[in-house]
């Protein structure tokens, strides 16, 4: 079983930066990625970043060049660093476990990014 804690979230200004942390504890052994998703108010959750332990990486458009995500494997460890924040990335922030980028089987609790305008 995995175990995953989000840090960083909070309240910024539009145009602002937020890095979002998710350390991962317990049997990694069996997942080679980890990523981020959210779910705004009344909207599906949606994939924001994902990245391999390789270093493969997919984005969303929506936060292509505004977004990086990276790892530090020897930490288990993922980070979101987030530029220009836009009131619609205004949503509750999830970090993922999983293999492939395509199969997530371990989910964080939740970190609240608020971007007011």
């Known amino acids: 079983q995995v175990q995953l804690v989000e840090s960083g979230g909070g309240l910024v200004k539009v145009g602002g930066s937020l890095r979002l942390s998710c350390a991962a504890s317990g049997n990694m052994f069996s997942r080679n990625a980890m990523g981020w998703y959210r779910q705004a108010p009344g909207k599906q959750r949606e994939l924001v970043a994902g990245i391999t332990n390789g270093g493969s990486t997919n984005y969303a458009d929506s936060v292509k060049g505004r977004f990086t995500i990276s790892r530090d494997n020897a930490k288990n460890t993922v980070y979101l660093q987030m530029n220009s924040l836009k009131p619609e990335d205004t949503a509750v922030y999830y970090c993922?476990?999983?293999?492939?980028?395509?199969?997530?089987?371990?989910w964080g609790q939740g970190t609240q990014v608020t971007v007011s305008s």
């Open positions: 993922a476990a999983g293999w492939g980028l395509i199969y997530w089987d371990d």
